[in-house]
Structures are given as structure tokens and as C-alpha cells.
């Protein structure tokens, strides 16, 4: 069976090739630097392109064991892991993160970067290859003599693209452990799956569609609570798998919980089938919780089994969908939605906010995203 859900929803697909690191700011002092103009950089300047390009990994040890014994220590070096203490350890050290700066890390790859005492880490993508830029101090003091932002003097440097910013607080536990290392530059693939999750609501990797749901209850939730969710879930996409016809398994759902405050409820599913109902069960709750005025309805070919689905709502249809269309509901809405706000569930916001100009009008956009009051016209508000 196959079904265009994941681009009728625009759901991101996220390359399996793809990697991640984290860099550090020089205590935080070039945090404001990186995130305002959009750009990493890297110490030891006279590790030039041009001498990583051209010359041997030996010779290059040389020169940076030639400057190293003739200046102080670079502050991003202090306490670094990659530093075995000997003097040929930390030749290696700076040789190998600058290596990764110019030649491991691809454009595609994750990069995030915490300010002073990681209170905030912006995580971005890094969309442009090593390029050197000189007098960028001057220029900039020179241009903005009395900026309050510490302008990084380093010439090696990476053209970035920011995704999110989030503050300590709201960093997952899982994730954090990462940031225990004192690696100028180091590489966080081990935690790739926080980070994801951490940057999309709802994405596919691989086979795997991944969907996570927030659970704001100032107390986390009990075994009770936990339960029932479990079973309006469960209960909520059968009803959405019975009515496109598609083989529905709870046990084909993979789980993983964090039950903290706020706490994370993660659902993978196989893409070709138990995540395209998780795909339609995280649709219909954004809309139930948000107040949407957005629908999903689909098409079956008998003839090969494969599903065509189409966003609508109450004012503009979908082009090319003027034929009759089986339109999706969900039971028990009112229940639902009870439920949802008693424990403060945030389903993806991006089920919504992905939704663009070519699939749905900005109106459209709006209106699902546009909030109103639980009451008990809920349950003719939305599919």
C-alpha cells in the first residue's frame, strides 16, 4: 500500500546520511556573534584552507606544534577531552578539530551551539562549506563601534541556518547528558534521536515516522492518566485505520516515554502503514486541540490498494480533488479534548504550520492554528 500523506502533510523527511555536532563559543562570548550573523567559526588561524588543502597531515602537526609552544593556550582548547595532557596529544586534538570544522562536517549537518553556562543552544544547519574571512573585527567595530556584541576573531568559518533556539530548562534530559563534554568541537550522533525530536514534531527518517506529543501536567502524569491516554490513542487510531483501510497493529507502534514536567511521548511507526495512521491521529488531534477548521479526506484505488488523501476546509478546497472523497472523523471528540486539556497535552504544532501555500491557503493556515475555548461545541469543530 502506498499513500501520499507525508507530502500532502509535508511532513520533513530527515536523511539518514546526516550528522551531528555541537561547538562550543568560547565560554559564550561569540554566542551573540554566531546566532545574529548566521555563521560557526574555529580558532588557530594559521591552519590556513589553503595549507589544509595542500599539505601533508605531518606537516600541518609541525606547524601547529610551532605555534602552540609560542602562545598561550586558546581559550576553547581548556580542559578538552580530545587532550590526552601530553604535547603530542594536544597537537593531535587541534589538528583533528580542525579537520572535522573544514572537512567532516556537511551541509545538511546539525550544529548546535550553546551560549555562556548553556543556558540557551540554538541548534542549526549548516548550509555552506569553509570559507576564511579576514579584518572582520575591524570591519565590524568599524561599521558598529558601540555594539554590545562580542565579534569572534576567527577566520575558518561555516554559513549556518538557524532552526530553534531553546533555553536549558526546555532541553531534553536525554540531550543534555551530550553537553557534559568539553570538546571544542565534537561530534553528537550518539544523540541524534533527542535532537530530532527536539527540532521536529513530527518527521520521517528512514522507514520510521516519529511524532511526539508534550505533556505539560505541572505533576507529570500518573499510571492512571497514562493508561487512559494510552487507550484514547490507541482507540482513536483504530478508528482513523478502520476507516482507510488499513491494517492497523498498536504493537507495530514503538514508544518511548519521558515523563517528566513537561514530559515527552514519542510514537514510531513503519512509514507504509502504522505511520500513516499516526500521521492522520496527529493531524485530527492538532486540529481538535487548536480548533482547526481543517479536514482530511481520501480516496481508495481498488485496484491497487493505494490511498490518495486531501486536506480541506470549510471555505477553499483542493485542486484536483473535486471528486467524492470519504472524509475522516474521529470518535469521541468531546472526550478527547477533555482529556487532552486536563493533562496539557501539546500535540505537533507543525502538522499545522507546515501545511503551505501550494496545499493550503495562509487562510487556512490560520484558522487551524487560531485557538479557542474547550466547550461543548468542540465536537462540530473539527476532523
Not at 556573534?33 to 580558532?43: E, P, R, T, V
Not at 530530532?196 to 513530527?202: A, E, F, K, Q
Not at 469521541?332 to 487532552?340: A, I, P, R, S
Not at 461543548?376 to 469543530?381: C, F, K, L, M, P
Request: aromatic residues 6%; charged residues 25%.
Amino acid at each position: 500500500m502506498e499513500s501520499n500523506i507525508l507530502e500532502i502533510l509535508n511532513i520533513p523527511n530527515i536523511s539518514s546520511q546526516r550528522h551531528y555536532w555541537i561547538i562550543r563559543t568560547n565560554s559564550g562570548d561569540y554566542y551573540d556573534d554566531f546566532i545574529l550573523h548566521q555563521y560557526i567559526s574555529i580558532a588557530w588561524d594559521y591552519v590556513t584552507l589553503n595549507i589544509l588543502n595542500n599539505q601533508t597531515e605531518e606537516a600541518i602537526k609541525r606547524l601547529i606544534e610551532v605555534y602552540e609552544n609560542s602562545s598561550s593556550t586558546n581559550p576553547d582548547d581548556e580542559d578538552d577531552d580530545d587532550d590526552d595532557g601530553s604535547a603530542k596529544g594536544k597537537i593531535t586534538a587541534i589538528y583533528n578539530k580542525i579537520t572535522r570544522f573544514v572537512f567532516e562536517i556537511q551541509k545538511g549537518d546539525i550544529i548546535l551551539i550553546p551560549s555562556k553556562n548553556s543556558d540557551k543552544i540554538t541548534i542549526a544547519e549548516v548550509i555552506g562549506d569553509a570559507y576564511e574571512t579576514q579584518n572582520y573585527v575591524e570591519d565590524y567595530l568599524k561599521n558598529d563601534p558601540e555594539t554590545e556584541i562580542r565579534p569572534c576573531p576567527y577566520q575558518k568559518r561555516r554559513r549556518i541556518k538557524s532552526l530553534k533556539t531553546i533555553s536549558k530548562s526546555e532541553m531534553d534530559i536525554y540531550l543534555a547528558k551530550g553537553f557534559n563534554s568539553q570538546h571544542a568541537l565534537s561530534n553528537m550522533d550518539e544523540y541524534s534521536s533527542f535532537i530530532d525530536r527536539t527540532i521536529y514534531s513530527i518527521y520521517s527518517k528512514g522507514d520510521k515516522l516519529h511524532t511526539t506529543m508534550h505533556a505539560g501536567h505541572p505533576n507529570g502524569l500518573t499510571l492512571k492518566e497514562l493508561v487512559e491516554l494510552s487507550t484514547s490513542l490507541d482507540e482513536s487510531a483504530k478508528f482513523l485505520a478502520e476507516q482507510c483501510g488499513i491494517p492497523y497493529d498498536p504493537s507495530d507502534i514503538e514508544v518511548k516515554l519521558n515523563i517528566h514536567s513537561p514530559g515527552i511521548i514519542e510514537l514510531i511507526g513503519c512509514i507504509a502503514v502504522s505511520g500513516v495512521v499516526l500521521s492522520l491521529l496527529m493531524f485530527s488531534l492538532n486540529n481538535l486541540i487548536n480548533g482547526g477548521k481543517l479536514s482530511i479526506s481520501l480516496k481508495n484505488d481498488s485496484e491497487t490498494g493505494n490511498i490518495d488523501f486531501a486536506v480541506n476546509s470549510e471555505s477553499d478546497g483542493i485542486k484536483g480533488h473535486q471528486e467524492k472523497a470519504e472524509k475522516l472523523e474521529l470518535k469521541k471528540k468531546t472526550e478527547l479534548l477533555q482529556m487532552m486539556n486536563d493533562l496539557d497535552i501539546k500535540s505537533p504544532e507543525i502538522i499545522s504550520s507546515i501545511l503551505n501555500g501550494e496545499k493550503v491557503t495562509p487562510t487556512m493556515i490560520a484558522d487551524a492554528q487560531s485557538h479557542q475555548k474547550l466547550s461543548s461545541e468542540a465536537e462540530d469543530v473539527v476532523e
